[in-house]
């Protein structure tokens, strides 16, 4: 069994089920036996892949998990650093939504997300910084490019919406949406086989960075609003 040590911690080879969730444990339980501090460097990538005997799209996409949840940030060049202390028992736990009824359960979640997006966008607009409102504008930038281009943008409007819930200054805005949009993974990769799944909210995203970066609370808040009830409506058309 392949291990790395880190004082008494090490990584374990995984087992072939469920390797990306499995990876996150293994290095969330890792960085808390290994009582790393915030500043110091984990594991390299390839490290990390003889260790737990998975390939580099599993331990990129569990880098990756960590770095949404603000545990980690990695350097290029440099390799990846804990960012805040963390323990196995401190890592979020994974919804679990049942997606049978897939219409029903997307509905469910649009109406958590309109009380946290909402407000999200709403505190980015009073808390941003120069260097927020420019890494939305990029993101938006990238994600109308690539919609004009294709007529849809989903990893776009994904970026797009993650500056946002970044620059609202609480980390835990990213941590639960993204468990939210996780759970449709595949689902937001094609959409009820459309291309066109809320297409109609495509000119909101300028409005809601325009308010932002206006420092427009309220209207920040109802363009975001305005996005989520396209969004549920064509949910509706679509499913029926």
Do not use: W
Not at 144 to 149: K, S
Not at 151 to 159: F, I, K, N, Q
Not at 190 to 217: V, Y
Not at 222 to 228: D, S
């Amino acid at each position: 069994m392949a291990a790395l040590p880190i004082a008494s911690a090490a990584l374990a080879t995984l087992p072939r089920t469920h390797r990306t969730a499995d990876a996150v444990a293994a290095l969330g339980a890792f960085i808390g036996e290994a009582a790393l501090q915030p500043g110091d460097k984990l594991p390299s990538e390839h490290e990390m892949m003889a260790a737990l005997g998975v390939g580099r799209s599993t331990v990129r996409e569990a880098v990756r998990h960590l770095q949404a949840l603000g545990v980690i940030e990695t350097r290029k060049g440099l390799g990846s650093f804990l960012l805040t202390k963390v323990s196995g028992s401190t890592r979020h736990v994974p919804l679990h939504l049942e997606t049978g009824q897939l219409r029903d359960a997307l509905l469910q979640t649009l109406e958590v997300r309109r009380g946290l997006e909402a407000e999200a966008s709403a505190l980015a607009a009073e808390r941003a910084s120069a260097a927020d409102v420019e890494h939305m504008r990029v993101a938006l930038e990238e994600m109308e490019r690539v919609h004009l281009q294709k007529g849809t943008a989903g990893r776009e409007d994904l970026a797009f919406h993650l500056s946002i819930y970044d620059a609202s200054g609480n980390p835990l805005f990213r941590q639960l949406l993204e468990q939210i949009r996780e759970a449709f993974e595949h689902f937001f990769e094609k959409p009820f086989d459309r291309s066109d799944f809320a297409g109609r909210s495509f000119p909101f995203h300028r409005e809601l960075f325009d308010a932002i970066a206006a420092g427009d609370a309220q209207t920040a808040r109802a363009k975001t609003l305005a996005i989520l009830d396209i969004v549920e409506e064509d949910i509706k058309d679509m499913s029926q």
